[in-house]
């Protein structure tokens, strides 16, 4: 969706007036459904041509340096928690290959890193698809711990 779009133009493309769009909005908006509204940057037009995922194996003692570590890494777009043989994926954006290079050796010392090149992305970037009439949204189920 455009997050450019007014209040009006959504409501013409969803069958809702401007009035309960807006509504439905601020509603999505406090249950944390909808969490910004954001543009999307063509890395490349950055020069940053390298996109790389590295999974990392770390030990114990390593864990908690590695996580306040990538924290400081511009190189480091998204950082996740594994179930598994890895402990974190990280997905990196370099300018060349000898950047990615130094980003590996740096992070060396905090576990065993192993880096998989992307070479590109068939789907990028999915948007979440709401099926059939838009959903009257009610507060959030209580998660059972």
Same mark, same amino acid.
């Given at each position: 969706?455009?997050?450019?779009?007014?209040? %009006?133009?959504?409501?013409?493309?969803?069958?809702?007036?401007? *009035?309960?769009? %807006?509504?439905?909005?601020? +509603? !999505?908006?406090?249950?944390?459904?909808?969490? =910004?509204?954001?543009?999307?940057?063509?890395?490349?037009?950055? =020069?940053?041509?390298? !996109?790389?995922?590295?999974? !990392?194996? &770390?030990? =114990?003692?390593?864990?908690?340096? /590695?996580?306040?570590? $990538? +924290? @400081?890494?511009?190189? $480091?777009?998204? &950082?996740?928690?594994?179930? =598994?043989?890895?402990?974190?994926?990280?997905?990196? @954006?370099? *300018?060349?290959?000898?950047? /990615?290079?130094?980003?590996?050796?740096?992070? /060396?010392?905090?576990?065993?890193?192993? @880096?998989? #090149? $992307? #070479?590109?992305?068939?789907?990028?970037?999915?948007?979440?698809?709401? *099926?059939?009439?838009?959903? @009257? $949204? *009610?507060?959030?189920? %209580?998660?059972?711990?």
């Amino acid at each position: 969706m455009n997050a450019r779009l007014s209040v %009006a133009e959504l409501g013409r493309r969803i069958g809702l007036s401007p *009035t309960a769009t %807006a509504e439905r909005l601020k +509603q !999505m908006e406090e249950l944390g459904i909808l969490r =910004g509204y954001t543009i999307q940057i063509d890395r490349e037009a950055l =020069g940053l041509e390298v !996109m790389a995922f590295i999974r !990392m194996s &770390c030990g =114990g003692q390593n864990y908690h340096r /590695l996580l306040e570590y $990538v +924290q @400081t890494l511009e190189e $480091v777009r998204e &950082c996740h928690h594994l179930t =598994g043989g890895d402990d974190f994926l990280l997905k990196v @954006t370099t *300018t060349s290959m000898a950047n /990615l290079e130094a980003l590996i050796e740096a992070l /060396l010392p905090y576990g065993n890193p192993v @880096t998989s #090149l $992307v #070479l590109s992305s068939p789907v990028e970037h999915r948007k979440y698809a709401v *099926t059939g009439r838009l959903i @009257t $949204v *009610t507060k959030k189920p %209580a998660r059972h711990r």
